[in-house]
């Protein structure tokens, strides 16, 4: 199973990688930024996206938009890719221009668009097992596919 994990928080990146290590079949990839996460997915098959919601959109740019991967769902869609996403976030709330969205709004608005692709979305907390679990969970039900 090959998986890219568009993440730029190294040391989030690093827990995933520890907690998907034992399982010899998936190989993980990173990107650290949404450019560098689309192109991977233009050039190479991957099962399952784990993606960060909140990126910046290349290495030039410090900025970080909160919202940057529901471009990266939109582009997933675009490219009729038949990869599955699964959404693993630090945020409570979301906002961008003058939008606020909570998690739970931002996860419905997601699946109401995206549902052939998205097949989850958690909350990232270092000192939680939930998330990890759950990824676990998703992964393994995307290999009986």
């Known amino acids: 199973m ?3 994990c568009i993440e730029d928080n190294d ?3 690093s ?3 520890k907690l998907l290590q034992p399982d010899n079949e998936i190989e993980l990839i ?3 930024y949404g450019n560098e996460g689309l192109l991977k997915l233009s050039k190479d098959h991957f099962d399952l996206l784990i ?3 909140s990126l910046p959109i290349n290495n030039y740019s410090k900025d970080t938009n909160m919202l940057y991967g529901e471009d990266i769902l939109a582009e997933v869609k675009r ?3 038949r990869i599955k996403v699964f959404i693993i976030t630090g945020f409570d709330f979301f906002e961008q221009d ?3 969205l909570s998690f739970e709004e931002l996860y419905e608005r997601l699946m109401s668009r995206y549902k052939k692709y998205l ?5 990232y907390d270092q000192l939680s097992i939930e998330w990890a679990n759950v990824l676990k969970q998703v992964i393994e039900e995307i290999k009986k596919i």
Not at 119 to 123: A, E, L, Q
């Open 51 to 53: 993606l960060d919601m």
């Open 15 to 17: 827990v995933i990688e």
């Open 79 to 81: 490219m009729r890719s």
């Open 119 to 123: 097949v989850g979305m958690v909350h």
């Open 2 to 4: 090959k998986i890219l």
């Open 98 to 100: 003058k939008e606020r």
């Open 30 to 32: 990173q990107a650290r």
């Open 11 to 13: 040391v989030k990146f």
